[in-house]
C-alpha cells in the first residue's frame, strides 16, 4: 500500500503572566481526498498586546485559515489558496477596525501576528507575517524558517512591521522546503521563543517523541520560569511518513517570495462576522465547518477553547 502523508502534532498554549490569553492556534488534519488535495494545515497568531480586541484578531485569523483554505478550489496551489485566503481575512480584519471605535488607532484595534505551514505531500509551504517564528529542529539546534517583522527604534523600543488588519493589504513571506520523515517544525509566539533557550527546545522534543503534547507544556512553563511576561503558545510537528515524492512538486511554485496580499472579491460575505466569537461562553461551542466541505478532524484552540469538527 503506498504511503500517505501522516504527522504526529504536539500543541500548549497559556496566558502566563498576563490576565488573558490573545494568542490562538490550531492545525487541520483532513482525511482523503483532502489530504491529497490539499494537506495538512498548522497555525499559530498572536493578538498584539495593546489591543483589547487582539484575541478576537488571532482567534477569527486562525479560524478562518483552517476553513476557507480548504473550501479553495482543487485546481489552485497551496500558494494561491493560502493567498487568497489571508488577503479576506486581511481585509476583514481591517475593516473590523475601521468600523470600530478603533478606527483611528489601529494599536487598538484587529490586529494579529500569523505564521502558518501547509505540509501537502512531501512539501512545506509556509506563511508568515509578524514576529511569531516557525523552526526546523536540526540536531540539537534549531533553524529559523521566519523573519522577524520588527522595526528596531532603539535598544529599547521595537514594533511591528507587518501584521494582520494593519492595512487593507498585506504582504506575507512564503517559501516552499522539501520534507522528510522524521523531521521537526515548531511554531511558537514571542512569548516562548524569547526566554526558552533553543537547546532547551530541541532536547525536551527529543526527549518526549510519544507525547509531544507534553513536550510543549514543558517548554512553555520553561519560558514560564525564566520570566516570560507574555503569552506562550508553541507548536510541534513531526513528519512521521511521506508519500513518494514528485521530482516536480517542489518546483511547481515559487520557492521563497513575498505575496502581495490585496484585497479581492470574497466568496463568503463576512459582514456578519462569522468567525467573530465576542465573548468567553461562546467560545466554547463547537463549530463545524460549512457543508460544502468535506469532513475533516481539528485541533484549534487558544487557553479558553478546543474547537473541532
Not at 487541520?28 to 481526498?33: K, Y
Not at 500569523?114 to 507575517?129: D, E, G, P
Not at 469532513?295 to 484552540?301: A, G, L, M, Q, W
Request: hydrophobic share 35%; glycine share 4%; charged share 25%.
Amino acid at each position: 500500500m503506498p504511503a500517505e502523508l501522516r504527522i504526529s502534532l504536539g500543541q500548549y498554549s497559556d496566558k502566563g503572566r498576563k490576565p488573558a490569553n490573545q494568542d490562538f492556534h490550531g492545525a487541520l488534519i483532513p482525511t482523503e481526498p483532502l489530504l491529497n488535495l490539499k494537506g495538512i494545515a498548522v497555525v499559530i497568531a498572536d493578538g498584539i498586546s495593546s489591543s483589547e480586541v487582539s484575541h478576537i484578531a488571532s482567534e477569527s485569523a486562525v479560524k478562518s485559515f483552517l476553513t476557507d483554505y480548504y473550501c479553495t478550489s482543487e485546481s489552485w496551489s497551496v500558494k494561491t489558496s493560502a493567498h487568497r485566503v489571508l488577503a479576506a481575512t486581511n481585509a476583514w480584519l481591517h475593516s473590523q477596525t475601521r468600523r470600530s471605535q478603533y478606527a483611528y488607532d489601529q494599536d487598538k484595534g484587529y490586529v494579529c501576528t500569523l505564521s502558518a505551514m501547509v505540509v501537502k505531500s512531501t512539501t512545506a509551504h509556509i506563511f508568515h507575517a509578524g514576529d511569531c517564528r516557525i523552526y526546523r529542529l536540526a540536531g540539537n539546534t534549531l533553524e529559523q524558517l521566519t523573519d522577524d517583522h520588527r522595526v528596531i527604534v532603539s535598544s529599547e523600543q521595537t514594533y511591528l512591521g507587518r501584521a494582520l488588519g494593519i492595512n487593507p493589504q498585506i504582504e506575507i513571506d512564503y517559501r516552499a522546503l522539501p520534507v522528510e520523515k522524521g523531521d521537526v517544525f515548531l511554531l511558537a509566539t514571542d512569548g516562548v521563543y524569547e526566554y526558552a533557550a533553543p537547546r532547551f527546545l530541541a532536547a525536551t522534543v527529543r526527549d518526549h517523541p510519544d507525547d509531544l503534547d507534553r513536550a510543549a507544556k514543558l517548554i512553555v512553563d520553561e519560558a514560564v520560569r525564566r520570566g516570560s511576561p507574555d503569552n506562550l503558545t508553541i507548536q510541534i510537528v513531526r513528519i512521521d511518513d511521506i508519500p513518494h515524492r514528485d521530482a516536480s512538486e517542489v518546483f511547481s511554485e515559487d520557492e521563497h517570495e513575498p505575496i502581495h496580499a490585496a484585497p479581492f472579491e470574497q466568496r463568503r460575505t463576512r459582514t456578519d462576522a462569522p468567525y467573530l466569537i465576542p465573548s468567553p461562553p461562546d467560545l466554547h461551542r463547537v463549530r463545524h465547518l460549512p457543508d460544502r466541505c468535506p469532513s475533516t478532524s481539528s485541533r484549534c484552540s487558544s487557553s479558553m477553547s478546543a474547537w473541532s469538527s
